[in-house]
DNA sequence: ACCTGAACACCGTTCAAGT
DNA sequence: ACCTGAACACCGTTCAAGT
């Protein structure tokens, strides 16, 4: 069954036009890119098969179903969180701090990794790594082994939360400044209007409840509580 | 224009049987229901507009949105939420752990809410008067304001973040004691497989890592942390 | 082995038309 | 004023058929 010799070598095949196969890393590109770009409603299966000039189905040999691609990009986003690898038992409770601001800062760049990272085990190999290091700072910490295991847990917990919170608030479109202060003036506005002899603390409050918005106040404020409450668990203490 | 004074009354209308007009509280009750008891996932517009009877647009003229609906819905749940209206300097602190407490389980009973919850301010006036009465706590544990007021705003954010997670890992389905188990089996050995030159935290601490999952455990180890890093704030601390 | 088109069973929202 | 059917522009996933 071999071909007829003279047959001719197919004459400059257009090389460049053969579509690359699909990879898993080429799909996770190409969901990155949406992600990144247009928030995390964007990342479906549909939209990024269309960026990679294909259908849907095409994605399923590659990829189990949504969900393994939202652990595939929380993975990696966690590849560009920069934690410290060296923990220093005499200011281990900034360098907790300072990881925790790294973490937000990795999910701020990439918007819409929050919401794929919110109710899942990061079990990715980048994802445990920081783990790992968030680990060796709280034992520098002299936590006991279950605080610091649960610790891990809580942590991620209140950074993803923010962010989410975050992004959910602005959902793809992102709010300038004024918007936010605007949204901040009704706020303040609508709980100085409450019955104060009903919500007496919300109304002398107001200000205090709505300060802090368009800064990172708020999330210092939770860093701060988290790291407090942590060092009161420290052995020795 | 009056009718034709002969025209009979018209017989046994089926009066059961006219449509009860919709309002905005039949489809809150009926979106409630379908939370409860089918998860976030089954309320659509179009599921809540089917156990009406009706089409989805019907909706529309009681309710702007399905964003609006959760926030109706956040707010119907708020409704159950017992907490002290009496703060107790000596003891806020435990009333604050109650009060977490009350709140996880009001969110429990009611599995989906968590995750409408999620991102929103909630302005609902049973909502509203949850955080009054948490500002009351906190004010009795002579927190500064500024604290207080960014403290009723960490506070749901763990509560509701923690219910969001057991409801994620759930799914509509409910896991059974045995499965869970079953997971944490899994999720232990595989951290104690992990190579542990890179991972020796991670490996060593395995137990730790995976115990409490189907307790509450982790959820209170949350809350004293919260509380103690609070406490430490502290006016005259 | 990998890819594809087409289908299945869904979404939220809008709008002209009816009562 | 309220409700409706139908449409628009989407979802995730499956599966038989192709290469």
Redesign the pocket.
């Known amino acids: 069954m071999s071909q007829s010799p003279w047959q001719p070598i197919s004459p400059e095949k257009p090389v460049r036009a053969i579509?690359e196969?699909?990879t898993r890393e080429r799909i996770v590109d190409a969901a990155m890119r949406l992600l990144v770009e247009q928030g995390y409603d964007?990342?479906?299966?549909?939209?990024v098969a269309q960026v990679l000039?294909?259908?849907?189905?095409?994605l399923?040999?590659?990829v189990a179903?949504?969900?393994e691609l939202d652990q595939l990009l929380v993975d990696r986003a966690a590849q560009d969180m920069n934690l410290p690898d060296t923990p220093d038992p005499d200011r281990w409770q900034e360098q907790l701090k300072d990881a925790m601001r790294e973490m937000l800062r990795v999910m701020r760049a990439n918007p819409g990794v929050a919401r794929a990272a919110m109710g899942q085990v990061p079990l990715g190999e980048r994802a445990l790594l920081s783990t790992e290091r968030m680990l060796g700072i709280l034992k520098a910490g002299n936590l006991p082994d279950q605080a610091a295991a649960w610790a891990v847990d809580l942590i991620p917990l209140f950074v993803t939360a923010t962010a989410f919170e975050e992004t959910v608030k602005g959902g793809a479109a992102t709010w300038t400044k004024d918007d936010i202060d605007g949204f901040v003036a009704y706020l303040r506005g609508f709980f100085e209007s409450l019955p104060a002899d009903r919500f007496p603390l919300t109304v002398a409050l107001a200000g205090a409840l709505t300060a802090g918005a368009s800064s990172d106040e708020r999330f210092e404020f939770g860093i701060t509580v988290i790291t407090a409450g942590l060092a009161s668990l420290a052995d020795g203490n």
């Open positions: 579509r196969p699909l964007a990342v479906s299966m549909r939209k000039d294909t259908g849907p189905a095409s399923y040999a590659h179903n949504k969900k």
